[in-house]
């Protein structure tokens, strides 16, 4: 029976707190290279790799059981899934356009995981999706929506309508003059009447710049309202707390949050003409990860555009995908913030029987965690985990998290509507190489695999259903429960200990 082993990984100071886009975790750095963690070579051209004779699976391992003084409850699962951005459940749902939309995002990243809106519509549809995930909620808003006295009841029941909010601060040259709220509106029946009229100006409940979240529930407990504005000493208009902020966070301790309160979310983006547009007009919509989302990531075309990106914004980069040693290397090399690996491996992907390329996942992983250990660069594992097992096999190979797609599909937060097929419930579910997902208007997904000017089209992906599984949080109560179940039966105490454990075959 042959055992694979990962060797040392680095100590990553992910034990507790809350997520944060915070700086680097590696806090020391290799005399020659900076960027590295303390004790790790620098990435030489020369490096040996590690090379595998056997091509392994998920199906071909076990974790081998050992020593445990750490309880499943005990264990941490917080993580690094780029250099900044970490997170406390090392899962991410698939930038699918079956998997993850802006319901996706939200709802994972209040589990305290990470959504990754697709890219298979519009830049300015994409962009909006990511503004309602960062929308969704905050510690303070700090930009809220307002409207002017002039404006009318129309424009008041089209802004809430809109962005879903129940009330809008009046400003007039940015100085507080009202609030208006649906207890205004909701008998009113002429449209076309000037909000001055309408708003409640009196008695404002106002709070200064600086007030803390535990002060501002006490000020909406005391006062039995349910949006507290903040101003400055001029009365200019700083910001917004609602009572429903305070609320989730109560209810999401874990929630994957930036350092304005607000959730995080990814987008994916492709090398096709449209890259550069569409980076922009998500980051300026807050997106706080960029997804380059390719089918071969080890190409001239990935490796130069993650060069501009890291150029042109100030925001992590996940590249991919890659399945080797040098094209981790490489991506590396050029930038990139954090891998994602994986070649065909998905349950909905016909890349290895269409085009003969690939890596067994497992060893996959083993590669390109091998080269990415060395800058302290986070894994992440795409594709083919069905199980929560999986999860815990591919992070003892090296991942530090891993991404969803068909595991995810049946929830209620993904797109799409239960279809009923032979009296069972289902939701739809294709790859994003799938003739269906290509032909889809725009066809924003054929760079993706390298197909935008082809007549015809050569699909590397397959549709079909998934069993409807009902709510995410449910679901992710079960994946967690055992990944942490896994790492108590092998006595890992977080993710960086899981980097130690053996694999038996």
Known sequence: MATVSQGASPSSPVRSGGPSLDASPWTEGHPQDPGTPSGFAPLERDTPIWVSTDGLTFDDVLLRPGRSEVLPHDVSTATFLTRRIRINLPVVSSPMDTVTEARMAIAMAREGGLGVIHRNLPVDLQAAEVDKVKRSEAGMIVEPVTLRPTDRLADAEMVMQKYHISGVPIVEEGRL???????????????????????????????????????????????????????????????????????????????????????????????????QERAGALVESGADLLVLDTAHGHSVGVIDAIKWLKKSFDVDILAGNVATFEGARDLIEAG?????????????????????????????????????????????????????GEIAKAIAAGAHSVMLGGLLAGVDESPGEVVIFQGEHYKDYRGMGSLAAMQRRGGYARDRYVQEGAFKLVPEGIEGRVPYKGRLADLIYQLSGGLKAGMHYVGAADIAEMHDVKLRG
């Not at 016909?350 to 091998?370: H, S």
């Not at 080269?371 to 594709?383: I, K, T």
């Open 336 to 388: 990139a913030d954090g891998l994602r690996v994986g070649i065909g491996p998905g349950s909905i992907c016909t890349t290895r029987i269409v085009t003969g390329a690939g890596v067994p996942q497992l060893t996959a992983i083993m590669e390109c965690a091998t080269a990415a250990r060395r800058h302290g660069v986070p894994v992440m594992a795409d594709g083919g985990i069905r199980y929560s």
């Open 177 to 275: 003059v009202g609030i208006l709220t649906n207890r205004d509106t909701r008998f009113e029946t002429d449209p076309t009447r000037p909000i001055s009229e309408l708003m409640t100006h009196e008695g404002l409940v106002t709070a200064p710049v600086g007030i803390t979240l535990d002060e501002a529930k006490e000020i909406l407990r005391r006062h039995k309202i349910e949006k507290l504005l903040i101003v400055d000493d001029d009365g200019v208009l700083k910001g917004l707390i609602t009572v429903k902020d305070i609320q989730k966070k109560v209810q999401f301790p874990l929630a994957t949050k930036d350092g304005r309160g607000r959730l995080c979310v990814g987008a994916a983006i492709g090398v096709g003409p449209d890259m």
